[in-house]
């Protein structure tokens, strides 16, 4: 039996770090639990309705978030706040499939293109690896706005 897994991200900002990933992912922000969104809905704001409604303190409404594939078919990203910065290169990281089935130029320019749409959206560019087939197709190293590490692949 395969398992489904939920990726974590330790933050300084959770909600800033799930709307980058969202947009890196094509992923959506779930409504809260037991609230039918209406089409066009806020789902940030739904929560931050709901928080109120339960008694969570206004400063604690940022201390998660959470991002799902539409689809449902990825995992769950969950983003939790933490006080400690991040201190070294992060062991696990995401490679995001941004060139599926492209090779050669035509996927290393797929590539630079969305390293451009994400760096607007807040990444840093690190490094880029050209391809060396038959063992590597070429990725661009990147960190999302908190310093996580990814590649784009």
């Not at 290393?108 to 807040?122: D, F, P, Q």
């Amino acid at each position: 039996m395969s398992r489904h897994v939920q990726i974590t991200f330790d933050a300084h900002d959770p909600r800033a770090l799930s709307l980058f990933w969202r947009e890196v992912l094509g992923y959506v922000h779930p409504g809260p639990p037991g609230v039918e969104l209406p089409d066009g809905a806020d789902p940030l704001a739904a929560w931050d309705e709901f928080l109120t409604r339960i008694g969570v303190p206004a400063e604690e409404h940022n201390s998660r978030s959470a991002i799902e594939d539409p689809d449902g078919e990825g995992p769950r990203v969950f983003f939790q706040r933490v006080p400690e910065d991040k201190v070294a290169k992060n062991r696990v990281h995401l490679d995001v499939r941004a060139a599926p089935g492209l090779q050669g130029e035509q996927r290393m320019t797929a590539l630079e293109a969305e390293c451009e749409r994400l760096v607007a959206l807040g990444a840093t560019r690190l490094r880029r690896f050209e391809p060396e087939p038959p063992m590597s197709a070429g990725f661009i190293v990147m960190a999302d706005p908190e310093g996580n590490e990814f590649c784009l692949d």
